[in-house]
């Protein structure tokens, strides 16, 4: 009986030694896988946040890469705008776009002056009513280059004339008449005496003016006909012409 319950007691001991070795294997065990697993999620935490932020840090690179980038190609945008509103290269034309051309110089501001006479202005005759007797002459500049008026019209009336009329030394300008294109110059005629007192007086349905070159010796170029009244015009031997005359007032006054 007492051996029995020895080898009971021995034998219980032994089972729960058993038992207790069990536990703390399973205990060091689960410790172990504890620790294992914790070490494991920490490293797996780690490793996603150096990941993350590696990942972050390759983001942000890129984001400044990008930035840089930008700012480098706007920068080089805002060099070329600069470079291309500087002017410092010019513009090429493109078909269809306006091109500028220097404007031309003014009429009869190119070539030399030449001499008034019938082919390069127009000549018109008016008869006056103030003076009494008197006609106006109007020639104008219908060239493209400016033309001097020298001296005075050597008029014929009609076919009766014998020769032009003498001018009237006092009318002579200060200065020879110059015309630019457009611009005229002036002369009167004193058709006849207002009291009657002319002799050999006519009738003059036709008018031939010629014009005088610088030397005023002779007439140059091509004379002018201009248009008398249907009527025509009454000259007598009275009949004188002024200069030519830069305005009208100065032609009219004699």
């Given amino acids: 009986m007492f051996n029995f319950r020895t080898s009971r007691i021995r034998f219980v001991g032994a089972a729960a030694t058993v038992v207790l070795g ?3 294997l399973t205990a060091c065990n689960d410790a172990t896988g504890t620790r294992d697993e914790g070490a494991s999620a920490a490293a797996t935490r780690t490793a996603t946040s150096s990941a ?3 990942s972050s840090g390759g983001s942000s690179s890129g984001s400044g890469s990008n930035s840089s980038a930008g700012a480098a190609s706007s920068s080089a945008g805002s060099s070329s705008g600069s470079s291309g509103s500087s002017g410092a290269k010019p513009a090429t034309a493109t078909p269809g776009s306006a091109t500028h051309t220097s404007p031309s110089k003014a009429p009869g501001s ?22 009494v007797n008197h006609m106006l002459l109007t020639v104008t500049n219908t060239g493209s280059r ?5 001296g005075y019209p050597a008029a014929r009336f009609g076919e009766e004339a014998q020769s032009v009329p003498p001018v009237i030394e006092d009318s002579k ?13 002036y002369a009167s005629v004193n058709l006849s005496a207002t009291d009657g007192s002319g002799g050999n007086g006519y009738i003059a349905k036709s008018l031939a003016v010629y014009f005088q070159g610088r030397s005023m010796s002779g007439s140059v170029g091509s004379a002018a006909h201009p248009s008398l009244p249907a009527k025509g015009v009454y000259v007598d031997n009275s009949l004188k012409v002024t200069y030519w005359q830069q305005s009208m007032d100065d032609a009219v006054n004699w």
């Fill in 146 to 150: 400016t033309c001097y008026l020298y």
């Fill in 52 to 54: 993350g932020a590696s």
């Fill in 22 to 24: 069990a536990l703390s």
């Fill in 110 to 131: 190119s070539g030399r002056p030449v001499t008034c006479e019938g082919s390069n202005t127009k000549t018109v005759a008016a008869p006056l009513n103030r003076p």
């Fill in 173 to 185: 300008p200060q200065a020879v008449v110059t015309l630019q294109p457009g611009e005229s110059g």
